[in-house]
Nanobody, 120 residues
Framework: QVQLVESGGGLVHPGGSQRLSCAAS?????????????LGWYRQAPGNQRELVAA???????HYTDSVKGRFTISRDNAKTMVYLQMNNLNPEDTAVYYC?????????WGQGTQVTVSS
């Protein structure tokens, strides 16, 4: 049962931008439940462990891993049960499969992710 669906990935040139979206199933996440959760974007590059790159709390406060600070922005729309990741000034090191999940993650919520490839 898919509960979190990521989209928006693709091929982008270095220095470019991409916006990722994550849709949470309203059958599982009602607006009240969704609004109460800490949410995050994770990524996994080939040969690397999955890492949390951005998180957003119910009150909208955000946290970023150092490598993306100033370039990535996480946001949420509780009414639509959506989470977004705006990525600017991308570089090849950002190439990875990106996933959304709760923070800390919930194993059964992992989706298929969306591939972001930064290459010239």
């Amino acid at each position: 049962q898919v509960q979190l669906v990521e989209s928006g990935g693709g091929l982008v040139h270095p220095g470019g931008s991409q916006r990722l979206s994550c849709a949470a199933s309203r059958n599982i996440f009602g607006i009240t439940v969704f609004s109460s959760k800490d949410l995050g974007w994770y990524r996994q590059a080939p040969g690397n462990q999955r890492e949390l790159v951005a998180a957003i709390s119910p009150d909208g406060s955000t946290h970023y891993t150092d490598s993306v600070k100033g370039r990535f922005t996480i946001s949420r729309d509780n009414a639509k049960t959506m989470v977004y990741l705006q990525m600017n000034n991308l570089n090849p090191e950002d190439t990875a499969v990106y996933y959304c999940n709760t923070v800390p993650h919930t194993f059964r919520y992992w989706g298929q992710g969306t591939q972001v490839t930064v290459s010239s």
